[in-house]
Nanobody, 116 residues
Framework: VQLQASGGGLVQAGESLRLSCVASGNVFSLQAIGWYRQAPGKQRELVADVNSGGYTNYLDSVKGRFTISRDNAKNTVYLQMNSLKPEDTGVYYC???????????WGQGTLVTVSS
């Protein structure tokens, strides 16, 4: 499975961005797909994901501001980020999880910078 992320950029606080992650290859092996982020000096954290049943999961600090969605026809997952805050700054990574322990996939990161 290959994951291609895009959509990062520099915005001001309060503005919006939409990240996209296009999956290719054996996408049917993915049980969930989502986004992690890593801020400078901090550990990588799960921001949001959606599983094959459509169930979504969000980091508490982004609930109500971020929305994850998937377009199965396009093998694409989106992360709509509204009301961005400086603390949302970081490198965002697309992630695919499978049912096999230790088998997971990462896309390249896309940088999101939110200025105050």
């Amino acid at each position: 499975v290959q994951l291609q992320a895009s959509g990062g950029g520099l915005v001001q606080a309060g503005e919006s961005l939409r990240l996209s992650c296009v999956a290719s290859g054996n996408v049917f092996s993915l049980q969930a797909i989502g986004w992690y982020r890593q801020a400078p000096g901090k550990q990588r954290e799960l921001v949001a994901d959606v599983n094959s049943g459509g169930y979504t999961n969000y980091l508490d600090s982004v609930k109500g501001r971020f929305t994850i969605s998937r377009d199965n026809a396009k093998n694409t997952v989106y992360l709509q980020m509204n009301s961005l805050k400086p603390e949302d700054t970081g490198v965002y990574y697309c992630h695919g999880a499978t049912s096999v322990v230790g088998r997971e996939y990462w896309g390249q990161g896309t940088l999101v910078t939110v200025s105050s």
